[in-house]
């Protein structure tokens, strides 16, 4: 069965600090793979998304950036974290199409 | 852009009443998708609907897609204190050459709270 991973769960950053955070997917191959980020008590921001290695299409201007360097690997990254960057960020993957989405377990991100 | 909206925002309700929350999309939507997130979770998907008009239920949950493909609904009977959690609805966000790659915009989501 497929299983979806995140790490690290939660996460203490000093504003200006970089991020790095990883997201990797079992069981499956050519995954659809997308980071979003969500405000408490609001909704779902998609950030990212990626259809294969090397892809990767951004959907709102940020300070973060992502990168898929294999198959089942993604990864959101900053080079300067800002206090605005604090949420919950969550990856998911899916197969396109009109499939559903899976979701990890997300990582809390505060930034101090 | 495409904008789907959830009413209402937040819903209290006792244990045993029925509970409903409402999506609409500005676009008409070739399917839509609802997921639940427990308090401190993960969105988990619950149902996927295509068809106009129609209906799908599982136990005391009901979702319904509208005639136009524009709006759905669940509807919990008898809530119990596990339905406790944010339900979002989600339609396809297609790119300007109207693939979506599997990409979702989810509604704000209805947060649930349910007094013993």
């Known amino acids: 069965s497929q299983t979806i991973h995140q790490w690290p769960a939660t996460l203490v950053q000093p504003v200006g600090s970089p991020l790095s955070l990883e997201c990797t997917v079992e069981g499956t191959s050519n995954p659809n793979l997308y980071w979003y980020r969500q405000a408490a008590g609001r909704g779902l921001q998609l950030l990212f998304y990626?259809?294969?290695?090397?892809?990767i299409s951004s959907e709102v201007p940020q300070n973060l950036s992502a990168s898929r360097p294999q198959d089942r690997q993604f990864i959101l990254s900053s080079k300067k974290l800002l206090l605005s960057d604090s949420g919950f960020y969550l990856c998911?993957?899916?197969?396109?199409?009109?499939?559903?989405?899976?979701f990890g377990d997300g990582t809390r991100l505060s930034i101090l | 852009g495409q904008q789907v909206m959830q009413i209402p925002q937040y819903q209290h309700v006792q244990e045993g009443e029925d509970f409903t929350t409402y999506c609409n999309s500005s676009?008409?939507?070739?399917?839509i998708q609802w997921y639940k997130q427990r308090p401190g979770g993960h969105p988990v998907f619950l149902i996927q609907l295509v068809k106009s008009g129609e209906v799908k239920k599982q136990k005391r949950l009901t979702f319904q897609f509208g005639e136009a493909k524009k709006n759905s609904s669940l509807h919990i009977t008898a809530t119990q204190t596990t339905d406790v959690g944010t339900y979002f609805c989600a339609g396809p966000r297609p790119n300007a050459g109207g693939t979506s790659y599997g990409k979702l915009t989810f509604g704000q989501g209805t947060i649930l709270t349910v007094h013993p």
């Open positions: 990626s259809v294969g290695i090397g892809q």
């Open positions: 676009t008409t939507l070739s399917n």
């Open positions: 998911a993957w899916t197969h396109g199409g009109n499939q559903p989405q899976h």
